[in-house]
């Protein structure tokens, strides 16, 4: 039986709450952050009109498919059109649960039942909602990207080509730079393995030193795979980023395999302890990385990773030659020993700013430890990474162009 006290408490806060509410007073107490509305629907400048804020880029998301994203600057639907042939003749767009997805801005659209190795051209575009009530929406006008092109990936040929990137820390001259040292080999993917921001502010950021110059530099033909490096997880955007990125697994960290190679993907999450007061209580990476130990460990026994001619890991804190923090001790607690056992063949790393190519050391890593550098005109490092079922080749450029390490494996399996 309800007490009548609490009962007319209850009223009285609701009847509160609901005054508060049609004044906005309510909305004072909140913070801004929560109050920021959802980015997807969120113009950042309204008085810009019906334009779009980047060019497509393409994410990797899985076998047969590809993902286009970009991001318009007033709320739309938006779609893809694609093909063979300039005619194009395929249309997608995104539905959840039956919804089409519309009056949005951040666009991820995946296009699937593509074949391998085959040249699609494509177009984008978004029909702007100038209103949106049931049963009468109203569109505006329509803007679309022009015709591009992309290579669908061939995860059952015998190769792959990709450059890694790591620690550009809110430069965007670097991207366009580094992308310029690859010379005319073909790429099939660009990594970006983390801290390419010192922390996350706005979209505006995200767009002005990462999307645009990708999409300048070649996202618009070759798409990127991203994983956060310790600076992605600070600052007030920290917990939208994702909405600009699509991995596979749609997940931070994860796994593919794309010819000769399985890649393992970890997060490694912040370099300080959770407690440390720097992060105020709102971080979580210790069962975190836990978590991607247990979960590595699992995937590192699938058939796809015994399979594999070479077990490539990404992560962007590296397992040794670190400062001995209690983020990067911890990665090299939980992941050596499941790097040893599973015998990974390489480990590609950034974050200390020191560039270097470590050779195994028994005992310790069984597997070499390479880590790129940056952030700096003279410390800025491409990896290139290539393989075919006999050998896998990793050059590591300044980015002054001069190799300042290598290295070589021949097929064990
Ligand atoms: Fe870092």
Redesign the pocket.
């Known amino acids: 039986m309800n007490n009548p006290k609490q009962s007319a408490d209850r009223r009285t806060f609701l009847k509160s709450a609901a005054s508060l509410g049609a004044t906005g007073a309510l909305g004072s107490v909140l913070p801004a952050a929560v109050l920021a509305q959802n980015p997807s629907l969120q113009s950042p400048n309204p008085a810009n009109g019906h334009v779009f804020l980047t060019e497509p880029y393409l994410q990797y998301t899985g076998p047969g498919s590809m993902t286009v994203m970009w991001v318009a600057n007033l709320p739309s639907y938006s779609w893809v059109e694609y093909g063979e042939t300039d005619a194009l003749g395929q249309k997608a767009h995104r539905v959840t649960d039956g919804l089409v997805e519309a009056y949005n801005r951040i666009n991820r659209i995946t296009l699937t039942g593509l074949k391998p190795g085959t040249t699609y051209k494509y177009r984008v575009y978004s029909k702007e909602i100038t209103d949106f009530k049931p049963y009468k929406l109203t569109y505006g006008t329509t803007i679309d990207s022009g015709l591009l092109r992309f290579t669908t990936p061939n995860e059952q040929g015998d190769s792959v080509s990709c450059l890694v990137l790591?620690?550009v820390h809110d430069r965007p001259e670097t991207i366009p730079h580094l992308l310029t040292l690859k010379g005319n080999d073909p790429v099939d993917f660009v990594f970006l393995n983390?801290?390419l921001f010192d922390f996350q502010t706005d979209e505006k950021q995200l767009i002005d030193h990462l999307l645009k110059p990708c999409s300048a530099s070649f996202a618009k033909e070759t798409p990127f795979l991203f994983v956060r490096?310790?600076?992605e997880t600070r600052g007030k955007y920290r917990s939208e980023i994702h909405q600009y990125f699509a991995n596979p697994e749609g997940r931070n960290y994860y796994s593919y395999t794309w010819g000769p190679v399985h890649f393992t993907v970890i997060d490694t999450g912040e370099?300080k302890p959770d407690a440390e007061p720097v992060y105020a209580g709102i971080v979580d990476f210790d069962a975190y990385r836990q978590e991607q130990a247990r979960w590595a460990d699992q995937v590192m026994q699938s058939p796809a990773f015994k399979k594999a001619r070479f077990r490539v890991v990404f992560m962007?804190?590296p397992t040794f030659y670190h400062n001995n923090w209690h983020g990067p001790t911890h990665c090299q607690q939980l992941f050596t020993p499941l790097f040893n056992k599973h015998k990974v063949d390489l480990c590609i790393s950034?974050?200390?700013?020191r560039y270097g190519v470590h050779e195994p050391v028994a005992g310790q890593h069984n597997y070499p430890v390479i880590i790129g550098g940056g952030p700096k005109d003279g410390n800025r490092t491409l990896m290139k990474l290539k393989a075919n079922r006999k050998e896998l080749h990793l050059s590591m450029l300044l980015d002054d162009g001069k190799e300042v390490g290598s290295y070589h494996l021949t097929a064990k399996r």
Do not use: V
């Not at 950034?350 to 700013?353: A, I, L």
């Open positions: 790591n620690d983390g801290d490096g310790n600076h370099d962007h804190i950034g974050h200390t700013h």
